[in-house]
């Protein structure tokens, strides 16, 4: 079974600043996937970054970005030039080994507030 | 395309009542997937579809709890004699590739 750990239940950034949440997780499997899901505040649940456990080459999309250490079984969330609008609560999850569609295993979250 | 679709989007019921929610999927999805989420928690996995068939089931998911997704389409999960600890946000969400896309849950309320 996996666990997902997100140690930080609140974190806060100024406007145009950097961000970065943290996430460690549990599993026996050797190939898998991890992703970091964005849920505003009563909306939905949409993908912000995925990552493919067997690329060593950390994921990458526009201003977010990931560091991916196997080996520790972390998986850290960056968010450069913070907007307003990224406040939400951030999840981490790793999916279901072996497959890229497998059940998602949620951490608890953390909540992410943006100052102008 | 109208994204996945979930109603009610609010229920309320008495303790012992039985409760029925309905996921629309987007509709060449063939992954269909039902998780819990409590207040100022992750969501819980409870049960994947892939077309019609079942294929995984949560130890979360109590007798009391089915869930069906006749010829592969949209998917019903009803909670039969629910109790109060079934208060909850209901999520579905569905995925051709690795990405799941998530309706805006049905939030339970029970009395």
């Known amino acids: 079974a996996q666990t997902v750990t997100q140690s930080q239940p609140e974190m806060s950034v100024q406007e145009a600043e950097t961000v970065t949440l943290s996430c460690t997780y549990d599993?026996?499997?050797?190939?898998?996937?991890l992703f970091w899901y964005k849920q505003p505040p009563s909306r939905q649940m949409i993908l912000v970054i995925r990552?493919?456990?067997?690329?060593?080459q950390n994921a990458t999309e526009n201003r977010f970005s990931v560091n991916f250490q196997k080996a520790a079984k972390s998986f850290s969330l960056k968010i450069s030039d913070s907007q307003l609008g990224d406040a939400a609560m951030y999840f981490c999850?790793?999916?279901?080994?072996?497959?890229?569609?497998?059940?998602?295993?949620f951490g608890q979250g953390t909540i992410l507030t943006v100052h102008p | 395309d109208t994204g996945v679709s979930q109603n009610p989007r609010h229920k309320i019921t008495k303790r012992g009542q039985n409760v029925t929610f309905r996921c629309d999927p987007i509709?060449?999805?063939?992954?269909l997937y039902w998780y819990r989420q409590t207040l100022g928690q992750g969501p819980e996995f409870l049960t994947y579809?892939?077309?019609?068939?079942?294929?995984?089931k949560s130890r979360l998911l109590s007798d009391r709890f089915s869930a069906e997704r006749p010829k592969g389409s949209f998917s019903t999960l009803e909670i039969q004699r629910t109790e109060q600890g079934d208060s909850a946000m209901y999520l579905c969400?569905?995925?051709?590739?690795?990405?799941?896309?998530f309706g805006p849950g049905t939030r339970l309320t029970v009395l």
């Open positions: 990552q493919e456990a067997y690329k060593q």
């Open positions: 509709s060449e999805h063939n992954r």
């Open positions: 599993t026996s499997e050797s190939d898998y996937y």
């Open positions: 999850a790793p999916n279901a080994g072996g497959t890229s569609y497998g059940k998602l295993t």
């Open positions: 579809f892939q077309n019609e068939a079942q294929l995984e």
């Open positions: 969400a569905s995925s051709e590739g690795d990405e799941q896309f």
